[in-house]
């Protein structure tokens, strides 16, 4: 088999940005809140502060390797909420068609106008500001297009002979989704799913940069790059690092993204065996 | 023929709803089968018998729906069971095997789980006496190995083999009624002689039923002890097989018969024409009006025009839709 390189290179990001955040505490050199030092404040990188510190003496690779944690639980989480909300009503709107499938439509087209970082801000509002709520506001805004894939599967796994024959057999409805059509379209769902993962970082970081997401003074690599706004051109290295581990993590998760499209597609599969 | 047939349908009629009018795709369609009995429904494509079996099983779907008429299991009304009554029937005592042994397997799950679902979903066995009995099943449809190959995905299989699958799954619940449609026209021909062997020899240790679709109608006599010939929707002949090779009654029979070519006849050697039936079958909305086979007939009178045949009962048995047959 041919050596994938967007799949090697993404998956082997993904799992390092995993690991830091898992391994934060080992990994950090100081605590990432508490161990603030005036006596420190705004050194650039040396062989101290690999880093840098911050305007209040922070040391800013361990606040990057705690960020980890933030940016990968919502990338995580809120784009698993995306996927199962968006398979379930694109499954489901495509298998039985319908008024349900008009409904569906529409709720996707609704979604797909509204830009999504408006309607997660607007829930952001509602909520108020934190972890859960950033979690929610970004899993409820970003399985349109999830939804939209998973419908188009549906429609053509349908009239599938092995579905129709399904029902032949006596499968019920639900049984007929989850064993018959939803194996079958898991390529595409995961593919999104990480692309997904992706825009979740992205949005996470444009949230807590607009002050709305994780609360200060705990780090994520959006308020990081948000608190260092007004220093980047003096302390240009407290927006870089964080800015390099979004897009690090970024670009992770849409090579991975790319290079399960190129395995998990039927057609370079059946190449395979 | 005593007692309750396993199936009887009775004026059948299924209409094609094109949004602006209804035509009928099949119509005045009656047949019964018996416990254990094989019963072969023949004619060309779009003549109306995959609709007749879908009709059935409760499977037709817009834009057919069924217009008028009974089908009747053991005495009881199909279309007035509830949906919940009607899955129960399907793949449990009514089994159906199609005409793609390629696409109607899932290819994402393997052989094995899929004819162990069967016991789970109609017999409440677990996952784990329902993978035994799949093993038995795959041996009992000479699969070689089947300890093995129940975790082989279905692209691991050839089309014999997936066929035989197929009769797996399909005999598992031990049906009372095999509905096969076209059940060989996608394998080779040596292939096709063994499956229908082994399905005939299967359905009759288990008094099992076969309703068999197919063009082919050497293929239905050599399966089926009772034929009912259908063209353009309607049912024109219902004969004993080995009678319709005979005495074929109806001249739409007549035709299909002589068309079969036959080795070592004069037409095979080359020496004279093959027969075959002059015009094509009209389309769904355009059927002509009194005999449906009038304007490809060579017997067709006015009557054949204006009035279409009632069903005539034969003396040697069966029946025939045509003002002037043999």
């Not at chain 1, 999504?116 to 409820?140: H, Y």
């Not at chain 2, 057919?64 to 399907?90: A, D, H, N, P």
């Not at chain 2, 005939?200 to 076969?210: D, P, S």
Request: charged residues 20%; hydrophobic residues 45%.
């Amino acid at each position: 088999m041919k050596l994938r390189a967007n799949l090697i290179i993404g998956s082997a990001l993904f799992a390092l940005a995993i690991l830091v955040g898992l391994l934060a505490p080992w990994l950090a050199h100081t605590d990432p809140v508490l161990d603030a030092n005036l006596m420190n404040a705004e050194e650039p990188p040396s062989w101290a502060w690999w880093f840098g510190t911050d305007d209040q003496g922070r040391d800013i690779y361990s606040r990057v390797v705690y960020g980890a944690r933030v940016s990968l639980t919502v990338g995580i989480v809120s784009q698993l909420i995306n996927s199962v909300i968006g398979v379930a009503l694109g499954l489901s709107a495509g298998y039985w068609g319908g008024w349900w499938d008009d409904v569906v439509n529409g709720l996707t087209n609704l979604m797909l106008a509204i830009p999504s970082l408006i309607f997660a801000l607007a829930i952001m509002a509602v909520l108020g500001p934190g972890l859960t709520s950033l979690l929610i506001a970004l899993g409820l805004t970003n399985w349109s297009f999830t939804c939209r894939i998973a419908r188009a599967s549906a429609l053509s796994l349908r009239s599938q002979g092995y579905v129709q024959a399904a029902t032949v057999l006596g499968y019920g409805d639900l049984r007929i989704m989850i064993t018959q059509l939803l194996p079958n379209m898991l390529g595409p769902i995961i593919v999104i799913g990480t692309l997904g993962m992706g825009s979740a970082v992205l949005s996470e970081a444009a949230l807590s940069f607009l002050g709305l997401g994780v609360r200060p003074p705990f780090p994520s690599w959006g308020s990081m790059l948000s608190d260092a706004r007004d220093q980047i051109t003096t302390a240009p290295w407290l927006s870089v690092f964080p800015g390099l581990a979004i897009f690090l993590t970024v670009l992770g998760l849409n090579l991975l993204g790319d290079g399960l499209r190129d395995i998990l597609d039927p057609q370079s599969r059946s190449r395979r065996t | 023929m005593t007692g309750v047939p396993l199936i009887e349908v009775e004026d059948l009629r299924i209409d094609l709803d094109d949004g602006s009018r209804r035509v009928a795709a099949a119509e005045g369609v009656s047949f019964r089968i018996d416990r254990g009995e094989t019963f072969g429904l023949v004619g060309e494509s779009g003549c109306g018998k995959s609709i007749t079996a879908l009709a059935l099983i409760g499977l037709l779907r817009q834009p057919l729906s069924i217009g008028s008429g009974v089908i009747r299991f053991e005495g009881r009304e199909i279309q007035r069971l509830s949906t919940t009554k009607q899955r129960e029937l399907r793949g449990n005592r009514i089994a159906m095997i199609f005409q793609e042994p390629m696409t109607a397997l899932n290819p994402v799950s393997p052989v094995g789980r899929q004819i162990a679902e069967m016991f789970v979903l109609h017999k409440g066995k677990s996952w784990r006496e329902a993978n035994q009995l799949a093993v038995e099943a795959l041996a009992n449809v000479r699969v070689p190995a089947p300890e093995r190959r129940v975790k082989d995905y279905p692209h691991q299989l050839s089309g014999g083999m997936r066929q035989r699958v197929m009769i797996a799954i399909a005999l598992a619940c031990g049906p009372d009624l095999l509905i096969a449609d076209e059940p060989t026209t996608a394998l080779d021909v040596t292939v096709q002689a063994e499956i229908i062997e082994l399905m005939r020899n299967l359905c009759a240790e288990r008094g099992t039923a076969i309703l068999m679709i197919s063009h082919d109608l050497g293929l239905v006599a050599n399966v089926c002890r009772r034929v009912a010939v259908m063209y353009a929707g309607r049912i024109v002949e219902e004969r004993g097989s080995a009678d319709v090779f005979r005495a074929p009654s109806h001249p739409y029979t007549q035709g299909l018969v002589a068309s079969l070519p036959r080795l070592g006849s004069r037409a095979a050697l080359g020496r004279t024409r093959l027969k075959e039936i002059a015009g094509v079958v009209p389309a769904i909305t355009s059927f002509p009006d009194g005999c449906r086979f009038n304007p490809r007939c060579a017997r067709a009178t006015d009557i054949c025009r204006t009035t279409a045949p009632v069903a005539d009962l034969l003396e040697a048995g069966g029946l025939v839709r045509c003002h002037h047959h043999a």
